[in-house]
């Protein structure tokens, strides 16, 4: 069936709703149980379309099932009365917001756009009836697709975004990135209930909790990451004084005490750590926060110094991505092999401060075998993190990885389902250790004594499954890269 996204006449766009719908296939954790009791994280992303499209007049909302766990007829009896509808989608959405896009184009005649990290590949969201896919950073595009629909933009003018038209499926220009991201408006919050979210995996978390950003892409090119291809090779920063500002907002409008930075990394320079923290002391309030950083970002003196100031500025947990312990692995996916030496200096340091640290580790690395995930199973069990976690390999689409495999299983010898069973063994010796229990009960009472009140039986079970004690996955399935749907998480 032959379908066209050109419109003959303008529309007014007054009222916009935004959707996400909950992850049903939690891909490369270790557990089937979705987790949401223990962390609801707001959606960033649909808060910065809010934002911009309310300076244009236009009222948003945010339908977020996470948090409101609603029906599919209830929300499209919610959405009957919008004039577009945009879905965020990651790839184990995928399914069900092409289910969505389809149904709900059956029932109005509502104009409905995708956007997100699983948009790499179109063909399915246009042909299941989404009139647009937008692609990258949405903020402009979000905008010029209004301006288009309204009869102010031509169609041939657009850009980041994929459309139907005299049934093929065209592909725009890519949109230019916003180079100052001081220009952007701050997220707007108001379109949620900030106290409906929390992560009871942070343990200094405390409510009101939001998620923040302060840049924007990353300097490194890990292969199995798709945001170098997202965010094309650049980092962003904004100014610290922006950062603030913000931070100041959601301290005053909201009463927020624990903010989670989403950066893929954190500052990128000591430099910018240092301005950031120095200025967040002065303030008159006390707030909380966590962060990810490179294991390389804090080297030699920069070490002490940065780490120092950012505990004084209410930092209390530091989340590592290092994936590997061999050198030779970790130069197989881009990575650098002096990694894991600094990330000893800086783990020592930071458990001397009392930071909750965190490192990530990925088992079916290309190359990996027994003895490479022994060597980096051992560094676990030995760099005196807080917490850890144990990976398997998924092959993101956008990844340089997907230009290498089609699947897992052709990355790594070991079978998938042996690979599975060792990061479930790996974390539960961890886990079962003495001194690494020890160091969890001393972070808990350091920061937050009454988390294990607030996590409850409600949460515990996620949080067991996690770490591999519970709600264990029954399988792990092959995916071949280019057909099937991935898990679109940054580790």
């Known amino acids: 069936m032959e379908r066209t996204t050109t419109v003959t006449a303008s529309k007014t766009i007054k009222n916009v709703a935004f959707v996400y719908l909950k992850i049903e296939n939690?891909?490369?954790?270790?557990?089937?149980?979705?987790?949401?009791?223990?962390?609801?994280?707001?959606?960033?992303?649909?808060?910065?379309?809010?934002?911009?499209?309310?300076?244009?007049?236009?009222?948003?909302?945010?339908?977020?099932?996470?948090?409101?766990?609603?029906?599919?007829?209830?929300?499209?009896?919610?959405?009957?009365?919008?004039?577009?509808?945009?879905?965020?989608?990651?790839?184990?959405?995928?399914?069900?917001?092409?289910?969505?896009?389809?149904?709900?184009?059956?029932?109005?005649?509502?104009?409905?756009?995708?956007?997100?990290?699983?948009?790499?590949?179109?063909?399915?969201?246009?042909?299941?009836?989404?009139?647009?896919?937008?692609?990258?950073?949405?903020?402009?595009?979000?905008?010029?697709?209004?301006?288009?629909?309204?009869?102010?933009?031509?169609?041939?003018?657009?850009?980041?975004?994929?459309?139907?038209?005299?049934?093929?499926?065209?592909?725009?220009?890519?949109?230019?990135?916003?180079?100052n991201l001081d220009d952007l408006p701050f997220p707007d919050r108001s379109k949620v209930d900030v106290n409906s979210y929390h992560d009871y995996f942070l343990f200094g978390m405390r409510k009101p909790y939001v998620t923040m950003t302060a840049s924007r892409g990353c300097i490194y090119r890990c292969s199995y990451c798709s945001s170098p291809t997202i965010w094309s090779f650049k980092d962003r920063r904004r100014s610290v004084d922006n950062v603030i500002a913000e931070v100041d907002e959601v301290v005053a409008k909201y009463g927020v005490k624990y903010i989670a930075f989403q950066d893929d990394i954190f500052g990128i320079t000591p430099d910018w750590i240092q301005d950031f923290c120095q200025k967040l002391i002065a303030k008159p309030y006390k707030v909380n926060w966590m962060c990810i950083i490179h294991p390389l970002t804090l080297k030699g003196d920069d070490i002490k110094k940065t780490l120092t100031l950012m505990r004084k500025a209410g930092c209390d947990t530091l989340s590592f991505g290092l994936q590997s312990a061999d050198e030779q692995i970790l130069k197989n996916i881009n990575r650098l092999p002096q990694e894991p030496a600094n990330i000893k200096l800086v783990l020592h340091e930071a458990n001397k401060l009392g930071f909750v640290t965190g490192v990530a580790f990925i088992f079916g690395l290309p190359g990996d075998t027994y003895e490479t995930i022994a060597k980096t199973k051992k560094f676990a069990m030995e760099c005196e993190a807080t917490l850890v976690n144990f990976f398997t390999l998924m092959i993101l689409r956008g990844s340089e990885m997907e230009k290498q495999f089609k699947s897992e299983a052709d990355a790594c010898s070991i079978p998938q389902q042996e690979l599975l069973k060792m990061t479930q063994q790996a974390s539960k010796e961890f886990y079962s250790k003495p001194k690494n229990l020890l160091r969890i009960t001393q972070r808990i009472l350091k920061n937050n004594p009454t988390w294990p009140l607030k996590v409850g039986t409600t949460c515990l079970p996620s949080i067991l499954g996690r770490i591999g004690f519970t709600y264990a996955k029954k399988k792990r399935k092959i995916r071949v890269a280019q057909d099937m749907p991935l898990q679109a998480e940054t580790a």
């Open 26 to 179: 939690t891909g490369y954790v270790l557990t089937d149980d979705l987790g949401y009791s223990a962390l609801r994280r707001p959606q960033l992303g649909l808060q910065y379309m809010c934002a911009v499209l309310e300076k244009k007049g236009i009222h948003t909302m945010i339908y977020d099932q996470s948090v409101q766990d609603f029906t599919k007829e209830w929300l499209f009896d919610q959405l009957k009365g919008y004039d577009m509808i945009g879905f965020s989608c990651s790839d184990p959405q995928e399914p069900r917001v092409r289910e969505y896009c389809k149904e709900l184009k059956q029932k109005y005649d509502i104009i409905t756009i995708v956007g997100g990290p699983s948009t790499f590949w179109t063909n399915t969201f246009l042909e299941d009836g989404c009139d647009m896919v937008i692609h990258g950073e949405a903020e402009l595009t979000i905008q010029e697709i209004v301006d288009y629909y309204e009869g102010k933009m031509a169609l041939s003018d657009l850009k980041g975004v994929s459309y139907m038209e005299n049934g093929e499926i065209v592909k725009s220009a890519p949109q230019e990135q916003i180079k």
